[in-house]
């Protein structure tokens, strides 16, 4: 009597009013969690970034480096033994050799950067000039000729005082003149060394400055940041710079990728102990995790200079493949390659984690959607994770899309939808 109705509906308290001012003091938080946690658009990540000088870049270096990694691997006896010699259970290296061997001689670069930084150096302004344009013309070939990787672009020197006008004038060249054929879609341009958050800011401003003057419509030109600084993590006043790069240049930030020997090197660790597993690198990257959670940022781990040449290459292919493995389960998807030996164990350990974990991947997503009970109760946000773990795995090659719609009875669509429900599935 009283607490109800005549719909039998019980009556509430608060009054229209008590939720209008709800509505009013989380209006801004609203507004913050739409504008700058917008999460993944669901776009295809590359697995890693290949760096090569460029004065070395040819539109044909994808194919070459393909075929130096199959050779490589079979100075060792094949894919399969390389497989075995770093540790790969014989039933998943079963499933994986042939899938690495069709991605080496297919796509065996996801992404390239052309580098007129650390691997270029200083060789004078005609020269650099000069490779700027060339650069630019073999990147509008490599892409007429369907020889280009699915992302490409440049690293240019710093925003640091000495080296700030040769950067810019080298991306002012090189878009000017990739302009003169069209920018690839997968153009991907990153900003080294970064210490402020005003360097970003200012990469932002030329970005948009370039748009103009290209006719380019606003955010076309979009950049990584490369985290080599400890001032980037940690600043003078006890903040952390990188926590507030998404909304300092918003939209315009595609990635952070990790330094490894910069940033080492910027803490006093000897040369023997930089490594990408190093305490000091773990740290950075936690926070740069945290940094960009939420905001479709994407992040890279750094790279390891112990390469699989000479008398003790399958110590280092066992290195490398391990240290893939460590980024991956670490939620870094995506790395750095230096060599093209080091490209087999690149897609030996990705493949292997996708080929192992996608039958508890997809029983669990049947049983998420078929609302059935299975031996894990999921939420909707880890269902979103098991989706985006499949979902790499189908676009990096390790599973076939036929497989999940067997499996799972998901196409990639559908997966994208379920891994990333804010994103505009074409």
Same mark, same amino acid.
Request: aromatic content about 8%; glycine content about 10%.
């Given at each position: 009597m009283g607490d109800g109705n005549a719909t039998g509906v019980r009556r509430t308290a608060l009054t229209s009013a008590d939720l209008a001012a709800v509505e009013a003091r989380l209006a801004a938080t609203d507004e913050l969690l739409a504008r700058a946690y917008p999460g993944d658009d669901g776009s295809r990540q590359p697995l890693h970034t290949v760096y090569v000088p460029a004065d070395r870049y040819a539109p044909e270096l994808p194919a070459v480096w393909g075929r130096a990694a199959l050779a490589a691997a079979d100075s060792v006896g094949g894919l399969e033994a390389l497989a075995e010699a770093v540790g790969l259970d014989a039933e998943i290296a079963a499933s994986v050799v042939p899938r690495v061997r069709e991605k080496l001689e297919r796509e065996p670069i996801e992404d390239l950067r052309i580098d007129f930084e650390d691997g270029y150096g200083g060789r004078g302004d005609d020269v650099e000039d000069a490779d700027a344009v060339l650069t630019a013309k073999r990147v509008a070939a490599a892409v007429g000729a369907g020889l280009a990787p699915p992302f490409i672009g440049i690293r240019f020197k710093s925003f640091e005082a000495s080296t700030r006008a040769r950067g810019i004038r080298t991306l002012e060249l090189f878009i000017a003149e990739l302009m003169e054929h069209g920018l690839p879609d997968g153009l991907t341009l990153t900003l080294p060394k970064v210490s402020t958050i005003a360097q970003v800011e200012a990469m932002a401003d030329v970005a948009a400055a370039l748009e103009r003057a290209h006719g380019l419509p606003d955010g076309r030109l979009r950049f990584e940041v490369q985290v080599e600084t400890p001032q980037l993590i940690l600043d003078a006043q006890g903040r952390s710079p990188v926590a507030r790069l998404p909304h300092a240049a918003p939209g315009r930030i595609t990635g952070l990728h990790f330094g490894t020997y910069d940033y080492s090197a910027s803490l006093q660790i000897a040369a023997r102990y930089q490594s990408m597993a190093h305490p000091a690198a773990d740290l950075a990257k936690g926070v740069m995790q945290l940094a960009v959670?939420?905001?479709?940022?994407?992040?890279?781990? *750094?790279?390891?200079?112990?390469?699989?040449?000479?008398?003790?290459?399958?110590?280092? &292919?066992?290195?490398?493949?391990?240290?893939?493995?460590?980024?991956?389960?670490?939620? /870094?998807?995506?790395? &750095?390659?230096?060599?093209?030996?080091?490209?087999?164990?690149? /897609?030996?350990?990705?493949?292997? /984690?996708?080929?192992?974990?996608?039958?508890?991947? !997809?029983?669990?997503?049947? !049983?998420?959607?078929?609302?059935?009970?299975? !031996?894990?109760?999921?939420?909707?946000?880890?269902?979103?994770?098991?989706?985006? /773990?499949?979902?790499? *795995?189908?676009?990096?090659?390790?599973?076939?899309?036929?497989?999940?719609?067997?499996? +799972?009875?998901?196409?990639? !669509?559908?997966?994208?939808?379920? +891994?990333?429900?804010?994103?505009?599935?074409?």
């Open positions: 959670a939420g905001t479709g940022i994407r992040l890279s781990d *750094g790279s390891t200079n112990i390469l699989p040449v000479g008398d003790r290459g399958v110590e280092a &292919w066992r290195l490398h493949a391990r240290l893939v493995r460590r980024s991956l389960e670490r939620g /870094f998807h995506q790395g &750095w390659d230096l060599h093209a030996h080091q490209l087999p164990t690149r /897609f030996l350990a990705t493949y292997a /984690f996708y080929r192992e974990g996608y039958p508890e991947a !997809s029983a669990r997503l049947r !049983s998420y959607l078929d609302r059935t009970a299975g !031996s894990v109760l999921d939420e909707p946000a880890t269902a979103r994770a098991l989706a985006g /773990f499949v979902l790499r *795995g189908v676009r990096c090659g390790a599973i076939a899309p036929g497989e999940v719609a067997a499996d +799972a009875r998901l196409d990639e !669509s559908a997966l994208v939808s379920l +891994a990333h429900p804010r994103a505009v599935v074409a």
